[in-house]
């Protein structure tokens, strides 16, 4: 199994979005978030041509950052998951990740410093960030057997610029 770790594109600014009086949930994607992720969903396609399910934390620029990659994927269904909000159990995940270990590559969205805490966890088994994923960035791991903490090989890393890099490729 493969797992495809995909951080949210460029938000609005934390602070403006919180004098709305609005849930920091509700905070969308920019304009440039958009289109630079609808590019880098492109290069991202390119680099993994297949994915079997499509999975979201619920905040809206996760969502909005899954849609714009299920276009990218002939517009595949996608689900929102609560193992991805920014507060989630790492254990929980995993659980969740096993039980879709029939899928060969799984993809998901998320935020940090949960996404690289998690990668980081799979990886080596430290609950440490040992890498960082910017917005808009991807991650593969593979996983050879049962997916659990520290099992986890990392296959690639790509920049938002990378990303997009290889779609105009």
Request: glycine share 6%; charged share 25%; with cysteine.
């Amino acid at each position: 199994m493969q797992l495809l770790i995909i951080r949210h594109a460029i938000a609005g600014s934390r602070e403006e979005f919180a004098a709305t009086g609005q849930d920091d949930d509700l905070r969308p994607l920019t304009h440039t978030g958009r289109v630079r992720m609808r590019r880098g969903a492109r290069g991202l396609r390119r680099q993994a041509p297949e994915i079997q399910l499509l999975a979201s934390s619920p905040l809206v620029r996760a969502t909005q950052t899954a849609a714009l990659v299920a276009a990218a994927y002939a517009n595949m269904p996608w689900e929102e998951v609560d193992v991805l909000r920014p507060d989630a159990s790492l254990p929980a995940f995993v659980d969740w990740l096993r039980e879709r270990r029939e899928r060969e590559v799984v993809a998901v969205v998320g935020h940090e410093p949960h996404l690289s805490t998690l990668a980081s966890w799979l990886l080596t088994g430290e609950r440490r960030p040992l890498l960082q994923i910017k917005k808009g960035a991807a991650c593969l791991l593979d996983f050879p057997s049962t997916p659990r903490r520290g099992a986890a090989t990392l296959h690639w890393s790509l920049t938002p610029a990378q990303l997009r890099a290889l779609a105009a490729s």
